[in-house]
Every structure is written in structure tokens, then in C-alpha cells.
């Protein structure tokens, strides 16, 4: 069964960091393309990172460019968005993203940023 499972979300003031993880399961993580999107609210959901199978390649959406990093852990089979300089405007459901030939996602973790 295919899992992924996103943590480390949770309300924080505006210029505060935190760190979100994907634990994934039930298939070949290290195969995989993995990304980080976000929905808010009356929003479309958004590609807000992406790294590529080794980890020696990323991607950013230029809103978040130069404050969060994407990152994974092949033996782990997790990946994780540090993410740091928050805004107001950051504030969604985050998901993790898996694709391949297949596409899979997680449940999504509420990311607020908010005084």
C-alpha cells in the first residue's frame, strides 16, 4: 500500500521557519521525482519545489525561491522542505508529491503563518 505521510506543520508567526517531512512507503522512493505543492484557500494547488532522484537537481517557484530548501533522504525515504522567511501569503495545505510513471500523494499538513 502506498503511503505518503507529510508532518511538521503548524501555525507560526510571520519570519518563522519550520520544517515539513514526507515519510513515504509501498514503493521505490529512491525511483521517484519528488515535490512539495500548496493549496490555500480559493486558490489552485502550486508547485512550490521539486528535486529530482539523487537529489542533484531542484526546482523553486520564484515565490519561495532563496527561503525554502527541498530535500531527501534515500535510505530514510523522506523528503523535506525547510522552510524559513515566512509569510503570511505562505499559509496553505502543503502536500508531498511522488511521480514517476505513476503519480501519488499525501494527505497534505496546514502550513499558517499568522501574528
Known amino acids: 500500500q502506498v503511503q505518503l505521510v507529510e508532518s511538521g506543520g503548524g501555525l507560526v508567526q510571520p519570519g518563522g521557519s519550520l520544517r515539513l517531512s514526507c515519510a513515504a512507503s509501498?514503493?521505490?522512493?529512491?525511483?521517484?521525482?519528488m515535490n512539495w505543492y500548496r493549496q490555500a484557500p480559493g486558490k489552485e494547488r502550486e508547485l512550490v519545489a521539486g528535486?529530482?532522484?539523487?537529489?542533484?537537481?531542484?526546482n523553486y517557484a520564484d515565490s519561495v525561491k532563496g527561503r525554502f530548501t527541498i530535500s531527501r533522504d534515500n535510505a530514510k525515504n523522506t523528503v523535506y522542505l525547510e522552510m524559513i522567511s515566512l509569510k503570511p501569503e505562505d499559509t496553505a495545505v502543503y502536500y508531498c508529491?511522488?511521480?514517476?510513471?505513476?503519480?501519488?500523494w499525501g494527505q497534505g499538513t496546514q502550513v499558517t503563518v499568522s501574528s
Open positions: 528535486i529530482s532522484i539523487t537529489g542533484g537537481s531542484t
Open positions: 509501498g514503493f521505490t522512493f529512491r525511483s521517484y521525482f
Open positions: 508529491n511522488a511521480r514517476l510513471l505513476r503519480e501519488y
